[in-house]
């Protein structure tokens, strides 16, 4: 089974400042793990994923993850926020055997301040 | 690039109404995953097709109902609504059963009244 946990439902980081969302996860079998962005009232986009290949994963709008096996971790950095950054961050995981379904954490919700 | 369509957008029914939800996933793609979002909630499984055959089930009620259709677009069909079944309803396709992105679609806000 999979699980996901976010540390921290908000998150307040200031224009320039680095960004950290924490993710956690648990997997009894090797996961594939996403970070999907989601601004109010629009759908799920993907900003990067894990899949086995390489452990520091780069993504879209500047963010990168590094998966830590010894850590169960997956964190979701960029070096320097920008206003247009706040929104919803879910973190999630899926099977890499049977089937595929995404397991989400309970999200982050990013706030960015001038 | 050919996203998922989802109709549709927003939807208001009244409680003990029924409602249907489309997804069209992207040419090609042969899987469809179903998941709810309630307000404030992370997204939540419900439902995913294969080649027109149900491969998983999630904390689908039993008053919903979905199927696959020929041409891989999928129906969610909602009956006797309650309130607590406004959420935003996301539908995302993916090709093969053994592949590891979804691709989401944009999502149809049911509001039960």
């Known amino acids: 089974a999979q699980s996901v946990t976010q540390l921290g439902s908000h998150v307040s980081v200031s224009e320039g400042a680095l960004v950290l969302l924490r993710c956690n996860y648990s997997s009894s079998v090797p996961p594939y793990l996403f970070w999907y962005v989601q601004y109010p009232n629009q759908g799920l986009q993907l900003l990067l994923k894990?899949?086995?290949?390489?452990?520091l994963v780069k993504g879209i709008n500047g963010f990168e993850a590094e998966f830590k096996k010894s850590e169960t971790s997956f964190h979701l950095t960029k070096p320097s926020a920008h206003m247009s950054d706040a929104a919803e961050y879910f973190c999630?995981?899926?099977?890499?055997?049977?089937?595929?379904?995404?397991?989400f954490g309970t999200g982050t919700r990013l706030k960015v301040l001038a | 690039a050919a996203g998922v369509i989802q109709s549709p957008r927003h939807l208001i029914k009244e409680k003990r109404e029924t409602a249907t939800l489309k997804c069209y996933p992207i040419?090609?793609?042969?899987?469809v995953y179903w998941y709810q979002q309630g307000p404030g909630q992370d997204p939540q499984f419900l439902i995913s097709?294969?080649?027109?055959?149900?491969?998983d089930k999630g904390s689908i009620p039993d008053r919903f109902s979905a199927q696959q259709f020929s041409d891989y677009h999928s129906e969610l069909n909602m009956s006797s609504l309650e309130l607590g079944d406004s959420a935003l309803y996301f539908c995302a396709s993916a090709r093969g059963a053994l592949t590891d992105t979804q691709y989401f679609g944009p999502g149809t806000r049911l509001t039960v009244l």
């Open positions: 040419p090609r793609h042969d899987t």
């Open positions: 999630a995981v899926s099977a890499t055997s049977g089937t595929y379904k995404y397991i």
């Open positions: 097709f294969y080649e027109k055959m149900q491969s």
């Open positions: 894990y899949t086995s290949a390489a452990t």
